[in-house]
């Protein structure tokens, strides 16, 4: 038997990373022999699939002299310049025909996408699915050639203290290695967005590493990195990644053709579950999902889901706070089911509820205002809970919302911005975008707006 392929049996057989229901004991070392194996093998096996992101984007920079005072003056303005502006990560390769995951903020605004090889090889590629609420990119490498992939693991079978490595291009430096274990899981509040369920590792993880892969002990991809915790902009042994079952819903998608990444709708609201609540609810911890409304005719209705409930299990698997809920709810998909365990004063219940698309009742109804109204460039929609989805806003807003403004029109100058709910125009509701655009066309004397901005009502006046 070779040396190297012993190295790796025994690494493979000591370190092994199992799912519970395999019941399969884990070990540490014990002896000399055991500190001095290595992870080179595991290295090679898994170095190759993954790869540098590189983005270019071009971007606009103002003359000094595009202004009104030189024109004045000089008669003529000077035109803008444009640069470009690079930025590097790291991604994985899932796919023997170039299928490649990445941070939406790797790529995020690029004009120009390549994917560098670990053997200098270069190619472009194109984006297929990007959502910057989840930080995941899909890449397709545009070349017939076939390529080594990492195979995409279980993340629920990952468990505190697992050896784990990352792979990456931190700095730019080229492709480099690091070791850690398993720090914690579903963690949340880690970054800005309305995702929270990360996998925590001190396998240092620099910028450069964000899109690169966590990697098990079987060779296998459980994360996603994308992101640390430090003040000067280095590892400080904090640093977290985005699950491997989030990523093949993602990838899925991608594949399927689908143009943007559609979250399970099951109708209802959650808070987290406090030290208080807990008690007062007869919870032994506090942990889950309390849920604080439920719209009508949802799926939450019809599967019995109630106010003042908790939600402490998705089919059998813990659930921490709100954001693993929808984590959980997210890996089973739209067109799937699923148990949840609900504990209702301290008597728990299974639940078996449906998850689908977010339904668009009533219809967008979308229109463009024009005219001489304080409203002319403004595109306004009916709220369903598919546009609301679309804007990140709570399922259960009505009324007429504003999707998009055109920039220097009337509307922009009043301040409207998108999604503002307008409520009320000149004493009358506005429950359409009909209903609007009639209002409009009166033009009255003196214009009486009221919107409703991030749950905050504004009134204003106009003429």
Do not use: C
């Not at 090889?117 to 545009?142: N, Q, W």
């Not at 098990?216 to 985005?242: C, D, P, Q, W, Y």
């Amino acid at each position: 038997m070779k040396f190297g392929h012993g190295l790796a049996t025994a690494i493979l057989v000591l370190l092994t990373v199992s799912a519970p229901a395999m019941a399969q004991e884990k070990s540490v070392p014990t002896s000399q022999m055991e500190m001095q194996l290595s992870f080179a093998p595991l290295v090679k096996k898994t170095a190759n699939a993954t790869v540098n992101v590189y983005a270019e984007r071009v971007v606009e920079r103002r003359s000094l002299f595009n202004d009104p005072f030189f024109d004045e003056f000089f008669g003529q303005r000077m035109p803008n310049r444009t640069q470009k502006q690079s930025s590097l990560g790291s991604g994985v390769i899932v796919g023997t025909d170039g299928i490649v995951v990445t941070n939406n903020h790797v790529i995020e605004g690029a004009d120009d996408i390549k994917v560098a090889l670990a053997d200098g090889r270069e190619y472009p590629s194109k984006v297929l699915l990007k959502d910057d609420r989840v930080d995941l990119a899909v890449l397709k490498i545009e070349s017939k050639d076939a390529f080594e992939t990492l195979p995409l693991g279980d993340s629920d079978a990952v468990e505190v203290g697992d050896l784990v490595l990352a792979i990456g291009n931190p700095f730019g430096v080229g492709q480099t290695v690091t070791s850690g274990i398993v720090s914690a899981l579903a963690r949340n509040q880690v970054k800005a967005g309305d995702f929270g369920f990360f996998i925590q590792t001190d396998a240092a993880i620099n910028p450069g590493n964000s899109g690169g892969g966590l990697i098990n002990m079987k060779g296998e991809l459980i994360g996603i990195n994308t992101a640390i915790f430090s003040r000067g902009g280095g590892s400080n042994g904090v640093g977290f990644a985005i699950p491997a079952n989030l990523v093949k819903v993602f990838v899925a998608s991608a594949i399927s053709g689908q143009t943007s990444f559609e979250r399970p709708f099951i109708g209802a609201t959650f808070d987290a579950v406090t030290s208080d609540v807990a008690e007062a609810l007869g919870l032994d911890k506090a942990r889950g999902a309390l849920v604080s409304s439920v719209l009508p005719r949802s799926p939450a209705e019809k599967a019995g889901l109630k106010p003042g409930e908790v939600v402490t299990a998705v089919n059998g698997i813990a659930v921490e706070h709100p954001d693993a809920l929808g984590y959980r709810l997210a890996t089973v998909g739209i067109g799937g089911t699923a148990k949840l365990t609900v504990s209702d004063g301290g008597k728990e219940k299974v639940l078996t509820i449906a998850l689908d698309r977010a339904p668009e009742t009533p219809p967008r109804d979308e229109r463009h205002i024009e005219g001489r109204n304080p409203f002319a460039g403004a595109v306004v929609a009916n709220l369903s809970p598919r546009v609301a989805e679309e804007l990140r806003m709570p399922a259960s807003s009505v009324g007429v919302v504003v999707t998009d403004i055109a920039r220097g029109s009337p509307a922009a100058r009043i301040g409207l911005q998108p999604r503002d709910i307008i409520v009320e125009l000149n004493g009358t509701s506005v429950a359409s975008t009909d209903i609007l655009e009639h209002l409009v066309a009166e033009d009255p004397s003196v214009w009486r707006v009221e919107i409703e901005r991030d749950g905050q009502r504004i009134r204003q006046y106009f003429r």
